[in-house]
């Protein structure tokens, strides 16, 4: 991790490791990388009809603000300024995948504003609705942007993409120990630990050690339902959006072969 200031690097011993897959489980079920690793896709698209959803559950995250790159702030490192919170990303993506020929949708919904707390629920809601209107939908992706701080001092995450600086990605992968039904999570992990790996392969650096949970995250709708963090506070919106170009176009290469 290369630090906005100089920020702590992951303790390796914490970690599991499969080939260019570090992963940390903060459940109590086995995991066996490898095997994943070794699966068939369970996600591949459809035929007619709307593909992808991109949407937030915390849609007014936000940077730290650049030349050309401001904005007013509705909390810290948070507005509902939709040209640079998370749904500037999100769009990011959504153009690149529909550029290639997936279509894909794209909701407005700030689900974290006014009320931050409750932000899952109406992002199911959120979710729902859009499954409901265009149940082609095979992906669900849940696009946010992490918070490194220590000591009152924030963090960007960040790899050398040809000659660049980019954030870097991470997945978040959900499951049933926190006790809500989600009997396909396993399914989500196979296919979020098969991109994980393709993008470190072709992108040294570019992916955060991927995080697997106790909680759903809402991820139980589509066996393609995946949180990536883009980046984190400390990064500008320009590294971010670096990052989404990287993501989108490895993740259309990987649903289109």
């Known amino acids: 991790v290369l630090p906005a200031v100089s920020a702590p690097v992951f303790t390796a011993s914490d970690y599991h490791t499969s080939g260019t897959v570090y992963f940390k489980n903060e459940t109590d079920y086995a995991i066996d990388m490898a095997a994943l690793l070794k699966k068939d896709s369970p996600v591949a698209l459809g035929g007619e009809g709307v593909q992808v959803l991109i949407m937030h559950t915390h849609g007014t995250e936000a940077y730290t603000q650049s030349p050309g790159h401001s904005y007013t702030a509705s909390g810290e490192y948070r507005t509902t300024d939709s ?37 899952y629920n109406r992002a199911l809601k959120d979710i729902q609705s859009y499954v409901n209107r265009y149940p082609s939908i095979r992906l669900v992706i849940d696009v946010h942007r992490d918070a490194i701080a220590s000591n009152g001092t924030y963090y960007k995450t960040a790899a050398d993409i040809d000659g660049a600086q980019t954030a870097q990605l991470m997945f978040v992968t959900g499951t049933d120990a926190g006790g809500l039904s989600h009997p396909g999570w396993r399914a989500n992990l196979t296919f979020q630990a098969q991109l994980h790996d393709r993008l470190n392969s072709l992108y040294p650096g570019i992916m955060r050690p991927m995080s697997i949970r106790a909680s759903r995250f809402n991820q139980h709708i589509r066996a393609g339902s995946m949180l990536v963090e883009v980046g984190a506070c400390g990064n500008t919106l320009e590294e971010a959006l670096a990052a989404a170009r990287v993501f989108a176009e490895t993740l259309a290469d990987a649903l289109l072969e």
């Open 83 to 119: 040209s640079a919170n998370m749904l500037r990303v999100g769009k990011e993506i959504c153009d690149a995948l529909n550029a290639r020929g997936i279509s894909t949708v794209h909701s407005q919904t700030l689900n974290d504003y006014p009320a931050y707390n409750g932000s």
